[in-house]
């Protein structure tokens, strides 16, 4: 019997460390839910409230106006009248685009048109230009090339047109150079006889000088003693 005492105690003894156990367990939790519940933080839906009060009172006006509309008022008849005067009013809106397009675009034509008439009258009175342009050029060279001539000769002589003219014609720098030309071309024996007579003459400058002074003097002819150089390339 003692022995069944004790393990009857031992047993009650567990149960009660086993519930003490629990409800200490319990207690704990019912701490930590108080303790988060109190960490919580309540939002303050006061002004989103007063927000929504004002959008709601702006869609009740809003519905209000459309409740007011002359267009609900309307009846389908009334609606569709409506609908078939608008219709007509954008056709007639659109024949007057399309009349003032229309009307901008046989313009441009017509503009198109001038310019090209214009252009080509322009064409033809340039060829006449050009016709008459190149006729005056050679009107004014025949009457050049028949007058030029009498009209150098008229001027006064200290002018020199006339031998201007040469030398501009055979296109020398100088006059004395178109001389020579000139010379070369209308007698050519005489122009050799100039040129083999030019190295003589600048050879014996100083002894056909006195000779041309003792005949001065002597009023006759006398004679000369000239120096005559071997010719080159002998």
């Known amino acids: 019997m003692d022995e069944d ?7 009650a003894a567990r149960a009660f460390a086993q519930l003490g156990r629990e409800v200490s367990l319990l207690r704990a ?8 519940r109190e960490a919580i933080e309540i939002p303050d839906y006061e002004p989103t409230l007063a927000r929504t009060e004002k959008i709601l009172v702006a869609l009740a006006q809003r519905i209000d106006l459309i409740a007011k509309s002359p267009a609900l008022a309307m009846t389908p008849e009334q609606m569709a009248g409506q609908i078939a005067s608008a219709a007509t009013a954008a056709r007639r809106e659109d024949a007057r685009l399309v009349a003032e397009a229309r009307s901008a675009l ?10 090209l008439a214009s252009a080509r009258r322009g064409d033809e009175q340039n060829r006449w230009l050009y016709l008459f342009g190149g006729g005056g050029v050679l009107l004014g060279l025949v009457l050049y090339a028949a007058f030029a001539g009498w009209l150098a000769r008229a001027t006064p002589d200290i002018w020199r047109w006339p031998e201007r003219m040469a030398t501009w014609t055979l296109g020398e720098a100088t006059q004395w150079n178109a001389g020579q030309r000139l010379m070369q071309s209308a007698a050519p024996e005489s122009w050799a006889v100039i040129v083999a007579a030019d190295p003589l003459t600048d050879g014996n400058r100083e002894a056909i000088d006195g000779c041309r002074e003792a005949a001065a003097k002597q009023k006759k002819p006398v ?8 010719e080159r390339g002998s």
């Open 5 to 11: 005492d004790r393990d009857s105690e031992d047993g």
């Open 29 to 36: 939790a019912i701490e930590g839910l108080t303790a988060a």
């Open 106 to 115: 046989d313009e441009a034509t017509r503009e198109i048109g001038n310019r």
């Open 223 to 230: 004679r000369c003693t000239i120096t005559v150089g071997a």
